[in-house]
C-alpha cells in the first residue's frame, strides 16, 4: 500500500492504494474526472523527492505527493 | 536557517537579527530580498500554503550550493495570511564578495518562483482563491496525464 | 534619499526606518545590498573620502533613471574611518515588480563601483593607505595627459 | 580666473590659474611632476559635471575638479 497526498489547492483528502509503480497510479488518479487538470500540471515526489519520469516503482509505505503550479514570495 | 510564521513577518526584527548574527562572520555583502503584498485586482491579501518536507529538501540543496560559492543563505516566509502591505517573503545572502552575493540573490529568488512548494491565494470578498495564473509549474510537471 | 555618516552605518536603524517609510508606497520588492568591512591584509579598517556634490549629481540621474522604471532608490554611505566588521556602505531598490528591482539593485551598485566619487583608503598600522589596486579610474578619465 | 581641486588622494591643495581651455590645464599641470601618475587615471568635472573631452573652454569663476580611481562601498 502506498499513501498519496494531494498538495496545496487541489483539496482532496489523502488516499491509500495498492500499486507498484507510477504508471498504475496515473491510470487510476484518470479515473477520477475531477483530478484531470490537475494532472497535466502537477509534479510528483516519491517520499519528499520529486521525480521525473513515470518510470518508477513503489514500495510499500511509499508516500506519493502531487504538486500542483506553486507561486511562493 | 530556514524560518517560517503564521501571518506576516515582523521584518525589522528578522534582517536586524539576522545582520547581527553574522557581524563577525567576516561577509562584506549582505542581501536581502523582502517580499510584500501589493494592493492589486482588489484583493484584501494573499495567503499561502507550504508543503514544509520538500521546501526543506530545496533550501537545503541550495545552501549547499550556495557554500560551493562561499556564501551563505537565510529565509523566511509566512503560512497562512498576509494582508495589504504586509511581508510575507525575506530571502537573503551573505557573501565574502559583492559579484557572488549579486548573482546567487537573483538565482535563489527566481528558482524559490519556480520551484518552493508554496501556493498563494488571493484573499476577495473573503473568500480564498488560488492564483492560478500567476503560478508556476514545477519542472517535470504532467507526468502522470 | 541620500545619507551620509560619519564614521559606521547602523544598519538596523536605517533599513528599519526604510522600510517604514515605504510601507504604504505599494512596492512589492525591497532589495538592500550592504557592504561590510572584511579582515583581510591585516587592515584596522577602511577610511573613506566624499566628493558630495559629484555624489549627489551622480545619485539624482540614477534616481531619475529608477523613477522611469518604476522603482524608487535609497543610499546611505560613511565618511572618514569604518573599523572591521562595521558596515559602510547600504543601497537599496523598491519596486513593483521582482525583476526590474533584482536588475536595478545588480545595476545600480555596479555603476556605483564604477563611478561614485568616493576614495577608500586602508587603515593600516596607524596609517592611511590609499586603495590604488582596488580602485576604478572614472569612465573618461586621462583627458589631461 | 578658474580653480582647480585635487580630490581624494591627491592630496593637493586647490590653485587658481589664468586659463581658457583644458588644454592649457593639461599643459600647466603637466609642469608638476607628482601629477603626472594622476593626470593618466584622473577623470576631469568642471562646475561637478565630468566631462568627456579636452576640447572644452573654461569661463571665469569655472571651479575644476580632478577625480583619481575610486573605490566607494
Avoid at chain 2, 20 to 30: D, L, M, V
Wanted: net charge negative; glycine share 6%.
Amino acid at each position: 500500500m502506498v499513501t498519496v497526498e494531494f498538495l496545496g489547492p487541489i483539496g482532496k483528502e489523502p488516499i491509500q492504494l495498492d500499486i507498484t509503480n507510477l504508471l498504475e497510479l496515473s491510470q487510476k488518479l484518470k479515473e477520477d474526472e475531477s483530478l484531470k487538470e490537475w494532472l497535466e500540471c502537477s509534479a510528483v515526489a516519491i517520499n519528499d523527492k520529486i521525480v521525473a519520469s513515470k518510470d518508477h516503482p513503489l514500495q510499500d509505505g511509499d508516500k506519493i505527493s502531487l504538486l500542483p503550479p506553486v507561486c511562493g514570495g | 536557517m530556514l524560518e517560517l510564521y503564521e501571518g506576516a513577518l515582523d521584518v525589522p526584527e528578522i534582517l536586524k537579527r539576522w545582520y547581527e548574527e553574522e557581524a563577525k562572520s567576516n561577509y562584506g555583502a549582505f542581501i536581502p530580498f523582502v517580499g510584500t503584498v501589493r494592493a492589486e485586482n482588489g484583493i484584501e491579501g494573499l495567503s499561502f500554503d507550504i508543503y514544509e518536507p520538500i521546501l526543506t529538501n530545496w533550501f537545503d540543496a541550495w545552501q549547499a550550493e550556495a557554500k560551493k560559492r562561499g556564501a551563505l543563505l537565510k529565509m523566511a516566509h509566512s503560512k497562512g495570511d498576509v494582508l495589504l502591505h504586509q511581508s510575507s517573503y525575506i530571502a537573503a545572502v551573505f557573501s565574502p564578495k559583492r559579484r557572488v552575493a549579486l548573482e546567487t540573490i537573483e538565482e535563489f529568488v527566481e528558482d524559490f518562483k519556480a520551484s518552493a512548494p508554496i501556493w498563494k491565494y488571493d484573499l476577495k470578498n473573503g473568500e480564498r482563491i488560488y492564483a492560478k495564473e500567476r503560478s508556476t509549474a514545477i519542472k517535470g510537471s504532467g507526468i502522470l496525464s
